[in-house]
Nanobody, 117 residues
């Protein structure tokens, strides 16, 4: 089992920045990927960014050039630096971890990000 604790959401004006953090605990030895998804009201949950153990990254087209994912493997923590935020970035952001060869998926509790003036 893996437990995930997220932090860093909030209200920000358009053009502003936020940094999300997600700390994993428990059976973290076999973590394969760590990343972030988001879900806006009335929409499906979508991938925002993910990073594999080797450092390769994957970003949604809508956030490329504005968001940066990073990991502190020693602390089993993943970060999402979000710059130049837009109202359409408003959503609940969920930390996502995939573990082991079967890529068992764990989710954080979600943190609200609201971009509004």
């Amino acid at each position: 089992q893996v437990q995930l604790v997220e932090s860093g959401g909030g209200l920000v004006q358009p053009g502003g920045s936020l940094r999300l953090s997600c700390a994993a605990s428990g059976s973290t030895y076999f973590i394969a990927t760590m990343g972030w998804y988001r879900q806006a009201p009335g929409k499906e949950r979508e991938l925002v960014a993910a990073m594999a153990n080797g450092g390769s990254t994957n970003y949604a087209d809508s956030v490329k050039g504005r968001f940066t994912i990073s990991r502190d493997n020693a602390k089993n923590t993943v970060f999402l630096q979000m710059n130049s935020l837009k109202p359409e970035d408003t959503a609940v952001y969920y930390c996502n971890v995939k573990v082991g060869l079967r890529m068992v998926t764990y989710w954080g509790q979600g943190t609200q990000v609201t971009v509004s003036s």
